[in-house]
């Protein structure tokens, strides 16, 4: 079984319903996940996904806030969520596909401005979310699993425009890279994006704020896919398609890719 997973932080599944549509018919993943859909469940417009072969989804949402989904082609079994430190927000859902695989969708927090947890209550949240996924993994070694999402860290020098600028800067202190860093070695992930594409710039995440955003280039790579070392060497033709960011009304990030050959 041959199959192409991508993520990509949509940042309103309803506002960017056309977009969606326009990566599944040019694109053609066979499982899409998305974060930041900000819709419950029962609003996310499947009528137009299903047109396009997208006819199985799991999900976890909420109104305005966070949101979760796996959209596939091929047949999904929900395999639950976790409410990451008991906030109530919906940024975890995890699916199975047929051959066995579980596919782990995650939405970690941004961690607002400030890297320091005595002054930003949200920037220890997200801190805890770290550890509570490092100490899961550290109880339950996942087995046939990848590992998606917007983690909100760009943990490499390369993973950034500037490494120096951005030490201070939330997504890229070193108290988040080691964190980060923890809950990949807690789960053996395997970094399928750098695994395919080991050095160099790489970037998935370019800022409203930038007036050319193309030419100024200021990117993080704060989108990932991980895989766990019994599959990981099946996974290749990892892209990240950059061209995305310059769409219409778009996202501030752009999607991730990888197959896998199971």
């Known amino acids: 079984m041959t199959f192409t997973l991508a993520t990509w932080n949509i940042n309103s599944v309803r506002l960017r319903a056309a977009l969606v549509a326009k990566l599944m018919a040019e694109e053609a993943p066979d499982v899409l996940c998305l974060q930041e859909c900000k819709s419950p469940v029962d609003m996310i417009p499947v009528e137009a996904f299903h047109a396009l072969g997208y006819t199985h989804m799991v999900a976890r949402g909420q109104k305005g806030y966070n949101g979760v989904a796996i959209l596939s082609k091929l047949p999904l079994e929900d395999a639950g969520g976790h409410d990451l430190i008991g906030m109530g927000h919906a940024r975890h859902v995890a699916a199975r596909l047929p051959n066995g695989v579980t596919i782990h969708n995650y939405y970690i927090p941004a961690g607002g401005d400030i890297p320091d947890r005595a002054q930003n209550e949200k920037f220890g949240q997200k801190l805890d979310v770290l550890t509570e996924m490092r100490d899961r993994f550290h109880a339950e070694r996942p087995e046939r699993a990848i590992l998606v999402g917007d983690l909100n860290i760009a943990p490499r020098e390369d993973d950034v425009w500037n490494h120096k600028a951005l030490l201070k800067i939330v ?92």
């Open 171 to 262: 997504s890229h202190t070193p108290v988040e890279v080691e964190h980060f860093g923890a809950v990949q070695e807690a789960g053996a992930w395997v970094d399928v994006t750098r695994a395919d594409i080991p050095a160099g710039p790489l970037f998935s995440w370019w800022s409203y704020r930038s007036p050319d955003w193309d030419a100024a280039d200021k990117g993080r790579r704060l989108d990932h896919i991980w895989a766990t070392p019994d599959i990981a060497g099946a996974a290749h033709g990892s892209r990240i398609l950059r061209a995305a960011r310059g769409w219409e009304q778009p996202s501030d990030h752009a999607p991730v890719f990888a197959s896998f050959d199971l």
